[in-house]
C-alpha cells in the first residue's frame, strides 16, 4: 500500500462490555424480517424498479412470506409514490402483511408520505435521522441537542398525522441512521427521547432499528453494541429491536446473526443482498444459515432458483455464482476427493434411510431449495474416479468396480487435462463407449453351452478374429472359464481372468446386463466390459473388450 494506514484511518472506538451474554446465546426461532428490497435495495440501483418491476418483487416476497416490506420512500420520486397506491387501490397488500415507508424528518416528504399512505390498513412509518458524530458536524452542522430536536419535529408530525388518520393503525419505526458511527450513549439519548415524544408504551410498541449503515467493524462489535443498548435503554419491553446490516467489510451476515444472539428482535434486508455500495445483509443466507441448524426460518426459499431469478431480472444484477444457497455453482464439486465423499454420503443415505442430513460437503439438501442433484458432480482435470463413475451410473446406471472406475478415470482426466476444461457428462458416457465398447479384432457373435458334469460346462462359440469367423470350443466351470479356455486353445489368446462382476441395468423388458472383467495377459492387468440383454453374452464380450483393449 502507499498510504500509510495508520496515519489515514482509526480504529474503530469499541465499547468496553466485559459480561457480555451473547456469545452463550442459541438462536431457535427466526427473527421477525423486513424486506427492504423496494427501498434500500432499490434506491442502489443503476436504474431503479419501475412499478411492473416492483409489482414482480413484491408478488415475490409476498409468496416467500414476508410480513412486513419496506416499499418504498414516497415522498422522493413519483414512482416509488405511485407503486405504493397502485398496492393501495388495487388491494395488493394481503390482511397479514404490512407495508413499510422510509421518510426522513422533513415536514414536506412526512405530510407527502401520509398521502401515499392513505387507505392503507397497516402501515409501518419509518422515519430516520443520521446521528453519527461525522454527520452531525460535516451534513447537518449542529450538535447533539440539534440532532434530537430534528428527530423529535420529525415524531411530533407523524403522532400528528397518525392520530388524525380514519384508515388504519400506524406503526411507528424509528432509525438513528448511521448508528454504527454514532457515540453509543448519544443513540440511547436520542431513542428514549423520541420513544417518549412517541408515546411508546404497553399495547403502543415503537420499532427501533439501529443500522450497521455503514458496517465498520467485527461483527462481535456490532453484536457488543447491541446488546449493551438492549440491556441500558430504557422502557426496553416497548421496543422491538430491529438491526439493518450493510455489508461494507464482508461480514454483513455474520453481523446480523450475532445481532440476533445479542438480543435483536428484527431484522432488516434484502434478497441475496443488494443494497447500497456492497449491499444490504441477504436475507436469504441468513434464513437458511437457520434452516440448516434445524430452525425453520418462518420464509419459503424451496424454489431458490425462481426467486433468484426474479431478482436478477427485477434489480438488473447477477447473482455471483458462488452466492451461498443460490449460486449456480454452490451444489456442484469438481474436485476428486469432494466427489467421492459425496458419492459415498448419497449412498449411505439411500442404505441408512436415515432422515437426517449428513452428506460431506454439502451443508443443505440441494433438494430442499429446489434443486437437483444432477449437478452436483461435474469433471474436470481435477475430478478422480468417484466423481466419473457417479456421473456413470447416474446417467448410465453403470456401477463400476474399483479397479474399473481407476482404469477409466485416468483416461478421463487425461482428456480433460489435454482440453483444459469440464467434460459434460455426456462425453464421458462417450469416452466410456469408445474405451470400452468400440470393435475390436475379437468380436463374440454366437455363443452355446452345455453342461458337461457337476461344476463343468463346454462351450462353443462364434467369433470374429482378426476379420476371419472363427468357432471355437473350450471347457471349465463355467462359461467365461470355457471362453478363456476355447481362447488360448483355439486361438492362442492366453489370458486369465483376475475380477468378475455384473449387475442389471434398468427393470423389466428393457433390462440388461452389465459385465466387467479384469483380464490378466502379456500386457498386464486390463479391463474390459460390455452390456447385453444376455448376462452370458455380456460376460463373454466383456471379456473380448479386454483382449481387445490389450
Ligand atoms: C442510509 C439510507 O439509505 S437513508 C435513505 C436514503 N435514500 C434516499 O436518499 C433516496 C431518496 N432521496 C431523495 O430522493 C432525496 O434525497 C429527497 C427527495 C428525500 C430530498 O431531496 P432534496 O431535498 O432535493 O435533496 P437532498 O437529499 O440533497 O437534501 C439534503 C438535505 O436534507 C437534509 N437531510 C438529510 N437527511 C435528513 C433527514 N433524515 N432528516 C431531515 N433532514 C435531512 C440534509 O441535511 C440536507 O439539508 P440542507 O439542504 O439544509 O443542507
Ligand atoms: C434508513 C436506514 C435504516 C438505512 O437505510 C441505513 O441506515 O442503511
Redesign the pocket.
Known amino acids: 500500500m502507499k498510504t500509510d494506514a495508520a496515519s489515514k484511518y482509526r480504529p474503530y472506538p469499541a465499547i468496553k462490555l466485559t459480561d457480555r451474554r451473547w456469545p452463550d446465546a442459541v438462536i431457535d426461532h427466526p427473527p421477525m424480517w423486513c424486506s427492504v428490497d423496494l427501498r ?1 435495495g432499490n ?1 442502489a440501483l443503476i436504474d431503479p424498479m419501475d412499478t411492473e418491476r416492483k409489482m414482480r418483487l413484491w408478488h415475490t416476497l409476498v409468496g416467500m412470506g414476508f410480513k412486513e416490506i419496506e416499499v418504498g ?1 414516497p ?3 413519483q414512482t416509488d409514490y405511485d407503486f405504493i397506491r397502485h398496492l393501495i387501490d388495487g388491494n395488493h397488500i394481503p390482511d397479514d402483511v404490512t407495508i413499510q415507508i ?1 421518510t ?3 415536514e414536506d ?1 412526512i405530510r407527502k408520505s401520509f398521502e401515499a399512505l392513505e387507505g392503507a390498513k397497516k402501515a409501518v412509518v419509518h422515519l ?3 446521528t453519527s458524530e461525522v454527520q452531525r458536524r460535516v ?2 452542522g449542529f450538535d447533539r441537542q440539534g440532532c434530537v430536536d ?1 428527530a423529535l419535529g ?1 415524531v411530533r408530525l407523524v403522532r400528528e398525522l397518525s392520530a388524525a388518520r380514519r384508515d388504519g393503525e400506524i406503526v411507528f419505526q424509528y432509525s438513528p ?2 448508528f454504527t458511527g454514532t457515540e453509543p450513549d448519544f443513540a440511547i439519548e436520542i431513542v428514549e427521547a423520541v420513544a417518549q415524544e412517541w408515546g411508546a408504551g404497553p399495547g403502543r410498541k415503537m420499532i427501533v432499528n439501529l ?1 450497521a ?1 455503514v458496517e465498520m467493524s467485527t461483527p462481535n462489535v456490532y453484536a457488543d453494541v447491541i446488546e449493551w443498548f438492549g440491556r441500558t435503554v430504557k422502557g426496553r419491553e416497548n421496543l422491538i429491536i430491529s438491526v439493518h446490516p450493510h455489508n461494507d467489510r464482508g461480514t454483513g451476515v455474520a453481523a446480523a446473526e450475532l445481532a440476533v444472539m445479542a438480543g435483536a428482535d428484527r431484522v432488516e434486508g434484502t434478497l441475496f443482498g443488494n443494497g ?1 455500495r456492497t449491499g444490504n445483509v441477504d436475507v436469504c443466507t441468513l434464513a437458511l444459515n437457520l434452516f440448516t441448524q434445524g430452525v425453520n426460518p418462518g420464509l419459503d426459499l424451496s424454489d431458490i432458483d425462481t426467486i433468484r431469478q426474479v431478482a436478477e431480472e427485477c434489480t438488473g444484477l447477477p447473482v455471483h455464482q458462488r452466492h451461498p444457497y443460490a449460486g449456480e455453482l454452490v451444489y456442484t464439486a469438481f474436485s476428486g476427493s469432494h466427489q467421492d465423499a459425496i458419492k459415498k454420503g448419497f449412498t449411505a443415505r439411500k442404505t441408512a434411510n436415515d432422515e437426517v442430513w449428513e452428506v460431506p460437503y454439502l451443508p443443505i439438501d440441494p433438494a430442499d431449495v429446489g434443486r437437483t442433484y444432477e449437478a452436483v458432480i461435474r469433471i474436470n482435470s481435477q475430478s478422480g474416479k468417484g466423481g466419473v463413475a457417479y456421473v456413470l451410473e447416474r446417467d448410465h446406471g453403470l456401477e463400476l468396480p474399483k479397479a474399473m472406475q481407476s482404469e477409466f478415470a485416468r483416461v478421463v482426466q487425461q482428456v480433460a487435462d489435454r482440453e483444459g476444461r469440464e467434460l459434460s457428462a455426456e462425453e464421458i458416457y462417450v469416452f466410456f463407449e469408445r474405451t470400452y465398447y468400440t470393435p475390436g479384432a475379437l468380436q463374440v457373435m454366437d455363443y452355446s453351452t452345455i453342461p458337461t458334469g457337476k461344476g463343468a460346462r463346454s462351450l462353443t462359440a462364434t467369433v470374429s478374429w482378426n476379420g476371419q469367423t472363427r468357432t471355437i470350443t473350450g471347457s471349465g466351470t463355467g462359461p467365461v472359464d470355457a471362453f478363456v479356455h476355447a481362447l488360448g486353445k483355439d486361438l492362442g489368446i492366453k489370458v486369465k481372468v483376475r475380477d468378475y462382476h455384473e449387475h442389471s441395468v434398468g427393470q423389466g423388458s428393457e433390462a440388461q446386463a452389465a459385465c466387467y472383467v479384469a483380464v490378466d495377459g502379456k500386457y498386464g492387468v486390463v479391463h474390459g466390459a460390455a452390456t447385453d440383454v444376455s448376462v452370458t453374452m455380456a460376460a463373454l464380450a466383456a471379456v473380448a473388450s479386454a483382449v481387445n483393449r490389450m
Open positions: 434500500d434506491q420512500f415522498a422522493a420520486s422510509l426522513q424528518s422533513r416528504l430516520y435521522n443520521s451534513v447537518f430534528l420529525g441512521e448511521s443500522p449503515t447500497e
